[in-house]
């Protein structure tokens, strides 16, 4: 069987409030299961299932959709579909997992045990071993409850026949001519318009009493299809038509309540059981209160009764009214008008069919007779002759593949809702999944959002309930296909990202998937969720921060592993923009004091690349990995030439992380590399940071012209105290062997650069930036000390020995490097030029002081 998973186009618009009514409840449902012993959670309990509160959601969705002019048929049609298949479920998987067959080896389905055992209690202890026929009663029992009768009941009327009663009394008295026609019957009793007069023509019932038996029969027939042929039989019998009444209800086992105990006797004692409480079978109070009911001769009167829905001349709902009962199929099937009347008509009568099989097959029974005699072959339905053929769940497959086959039901019996049902029925869960998740694949295309939303939701929520319930019924259930399952889920998870829903919401749902799977769909789900993008502007950065670190500690709180999900949404973050970015590890660059000046403007990806650092500073487990990924940002915003976004790194990373390492914190520490990296980019943007400040109090210098020479020596002692500190903070950063790796530290693997990478990065950012420092270093002491500290031009020159000292090797990071780091640029002529230029200012000033000494 296959069916279209494609549905008509539906608005759903304000039906996100589903998800949380659907969410609460299996939420609910899954805290009650970690919390309870094996069995004490009841997810099919009669008034509070979960599946029954999810049917609730559906009808309160339809009658706010009642008051909604925009919502179509379709919409409607949909919901109501998705409502029945709830309510399927809860009561086939209500007895799916309870059912245990009665097994008695010494007697057959048919009961031949006990020779006087009643057709009822046969029937009944065949349903007690035969699953497939009790789920038929179920499903009949569900078509019931779904079915919607297409019209009002018929008014009750007193009188049978009044006009037509009225105008053969009136006739009788004025010698009328009417009676001598054949347009009128002659007669009321309930057969004298089926009498047949002459060649084939019949006499008619006043066309008021027609018109009203018309709108009896068919709420009689409606009754019946609702499974109320009580409510039926009090119609007929409340409008006179006693006769009626009686005659619908013959269909009833024959029952007699102290051969029925006989019988319960007879197989405890077969099997071995205690039957002091049956022993009491002769009590004489018994006897006088027996109960005895039902039809012995109900196989004529089936006989009698599709007779008459075989009758071509009859009411078409009178023909199906007898059909239904009886449980003959093309009767009913002429006044069908959904798919479910078209399989209520058929298994309503795939369930006759076999009772009456059942009842054959007790040939030693007291109360088997063949007064009906046996059916020719030829009137044998297509459902008794496939059923003689095969048993219960093949037959149910040919049902289903008719009613596809079916031209006035071909949209609806493809219907997704439709078929799901089919499938359930047939208890091909696994079919049913892979089917979906497969089209899902082939043809997401097709369906509209609104479309698409609604069955990811059901079939996400069929996977959740199947979970929930399996686990005490193991033996009784087929496993699901883990591989659909996780791909449907994963779809209901891209709608609730795409409404909007809370990381809470989401977060409990990735729980459904494989633990490395749910880590990997979070964080991407998180990476998409917070990005640049979605920020209202530069002032609610703040405020995102926070709301990540919610939807962090929401996967926590739903059980999944917050640090896994870190370091993943972190690597997601830039697997998904590294390749938009330049790769600097091989550029061939040079850096001059613009590049080190400059504030750059980050770009929204950027920006994310910056940011990525956050997820692993909310908890002190991710520690390490912060400062690993943080240093790896920082050295390629370094090669990059945009020491400014690297700075921005650096401004991510905890105070309190280095706090912990060195306090000794019993959680995971960073190692001592990345420890010492960190430092020394820490050491770098102080020392910039207070070059910055030396050249802001710089561009405010005093010209000697325009102040007192007092003022000038005030800002030449407080530029002489600014550039001690500037001379110390450099020369310590120069001095300290900075970003070089010792053979010995052990170098881990990073999150986006590898180890080799991150030595190739750090020479070159040695390079790089060396010469740059001792540049500004340089040139600050010789512009100070050529107009207010003169000291400083010596040390100045004293940077020339440190640069050449052995000991530190500075004066190797300004030569060329070649294609290693990317450095092309013999700067060391340059740095000679400066401190030839250093020392002729000093003679200069020497010079100076002698003449005026």
Sequence with gaps: MDGDLSIASQDLEGSSDLFTAF????????????NAKDGDVDYLDSETGIVLQWASAISRHLEDLAGDETASLEDRA???????????????????????PSYEPSTSAAGRAFKYAPPLSVIQHAIAQDGSLSELSIVRDWLHTIAYPSLQPAEVRRGYLPYTKNQVKQALRTNADSLADDKLVRELDPDAPNRTISQGKRRAIDSEDANYERALLRSLFEYVRVGELDQALDMARQSDCSWRAASLSGGKLFEDSLLSKAARLDKAERNGEPVEDLMDLQSMQEVETSLIQGNLRRKLWKKSCRAIANSTHLDLYERALYGSVSGDESSVLAVAQSWEDHLWARINALIEVQIDAILEKAEDNYFQTSAAGQRDAQELTSTEKQLAKNPIPQTLQTIFNNLLAEQKLHAEARSPFHVAQSWIILNRISDLLNSFASKLEQSNDELDEPQLAQLLRFFSHLVLFYRLIAPTSVELLPALPEDACASIIEGYIDVLQAHEKSPSLIAFYCTALEVAHSVDVYSRYLHQRFTTSSLDG?????????????????AASNGLDMASIAKRVTEVTVEDISTELPDFSAAKASFGLDALVSSSQASEKEVDLIRSVEWLTFDASTYPEALVHANALIRYFLSAGSPSLASRVLAQIPAALLTASNDGASGPLPSPSQVNEYLDHTSFFDALRLHLQFAEVWSRRPAADQVPKSERMRFGQGLQKLTDELWNTFVELLTSEWLVLDSNDEVEDELFLNADRRRLELKRIRCAYLPELVFRLHTALVLSGEEFVPSNIDKALELSTIVADERYKIYLEFLDNGNETGVQENRLPTYLTMVKDANLLRLKHDGHNKQQS
């Design 23 to 34: 969410f609460k409840p299996l939420q609910q449902a899954s805290l009650a299961s970690r």
């Design 78 to 100: 949909s919901y109501t579909q998705e409502a029945n298949t709830w309510l399927l479920l809860q009561s086939l998987y209500l007895h799916r997992t309870q059912f245990v």
């Design 538 to 554: 530069p002032s609610d950065e703040h405020s995102d921060r926070l709301r990540r670190h919610e939807a962090l500690h929401a």
